[in-house]
């Protein structure tokens, strides 16, 4: 797998229900942290790690994903007329001239492995990225995750997965791992399971929204059957990739992650980011002085 990364898949076709009325009308991508949605920070991520094809995997109700992503020409024909250079600097910027994004649906949300398996046709045969957009990873100015993996997977020639530890008592909101450690920040997976209960977990490392994958898993996720949860799982082809003597392994990545599927992840990612805005944070820490 030493070919570099270049096509990157977004599965945003859930249902989104933990923000639910907002997810009503808007796409879970789309919440903001601050004044960018979440699948900005996601992309910018990806281009970061050399990616230039980008896969949104939607539904009928994610329009507004493309919308953003597109050319918005009244918007831009009125802050050029205006000389908003900055403004139209960053409503251009949304997505680099040099990246090209895909759509693709997801009739329905039959799970992750399935939404990740309907962008086989756009990947071809070489290692690609998966990326869910609810977790928000920052490392500030040093190297995204998946820069960080797309490069050690390039190295290893392996497939490589995002894990982090997480408390004992948390492992049934995860897919686990069972590794042996190679070095301080990867180890080689020797067996997954998705969400076991804390006595059935064979650690407590949990893989996180960040994998780079090779194109065999399209094969094994043919083959998956549904899973835990009703749906077809993506940890359930990566343990048929195990299986099959596929390398694979666990990194635990530079960076803090935040879990922006659920609502305290998401204010905790906007307290944070506000934090890095020398406008914002003095009011930040006015606001929790106040509490
Ligand atoms: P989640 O488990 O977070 O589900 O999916 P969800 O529907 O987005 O949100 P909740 O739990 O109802 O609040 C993990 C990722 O997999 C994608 C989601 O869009 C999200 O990025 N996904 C999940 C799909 O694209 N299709 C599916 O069928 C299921």
Redesign the pocket.
């Given at each position: 797998m030493s070919q570099p990364l270049r096509k990157v898949v977004?599965?945003?076709?859930?249902?989104?229900?933990?923000?639910l009325p907002a997810?009503k009308a808007v796409a879970?991508?789309m919440l903001p942290v601050l004044d960018r949605p979440l699948i900005q920070y996601a992309v910018d991520e990806a281009v970061e790690a050399g990616a230039d094809t980008l896969i949104f995997?939607t539904n009928r109700y994610k329009h507004a994903i493309a919308d953003y992503f597109d050319k918005a020409y009244e918007l831009e024909a009125k802050l050029l007329q205006k000389g908003k250079n900055a403004l139209l600097a960053m409503v251009r910027g949304t997505l680099p001239g040099h990246v090209r994004a895909i759509f693709v649906t997801?009739p329905?949300?039959?799970?992750?492995g399935?939404?990740v398996l309907c962008a086989k046709p756009v990947i071809g045969d070489a290692p690609f990225g998966i990326m869910?957009?609810?977790d928000l990873i920052w490392n500030g100015s040093g190297k995204g995750a998946l820069r960080q993996m797309a490069e050690l997977g390039a190295r290893e020639d392996a497939g490589v997965i995002a894990v982090e530890e997480v408390p004992h008592e948390q492992t049934e909101k995860y897919g686990i791992v069972d590794a042996t450690p190679i070095d301080e920040r990867s180890a080689r997976i020797r067996h997954m399971v998705e969400k076991p209960k804390p006595a059935d977990a064979p650690s407590n490392l949990a893989v996180v929204?960040r994998y780079v994958l090779p194109p065999r898993i399209f094969d094994l996720l043919e083959h998956t059957t549904t899973g835990a949860g009703g749906?077809i799982q993506l940890t359930d082809a990566i343990e048929a990739l195990l299986k099959e003597q596929g390398k694979v392994l666990a990194y635990r990545f530079e960076g803090t992650r935040f879990d922006c599927?659920?609502k305290a992840g998401l204010v905790r990612a906007t307290i944070h980011m506000a934090m890095q805005d020398p406008a914002l944070a003095p009011v930040v820490r006015e606001i929790a002085a106040t509490l």
């Open positions: 977004f599965p945003v076709a859930g249902l989104g229900t933990r923000f997810t879970k991508e995997v997801q329905e949300a039959l799970g992750l399935h939404a869910l957009p609810d929204g749906e599927g659920n």
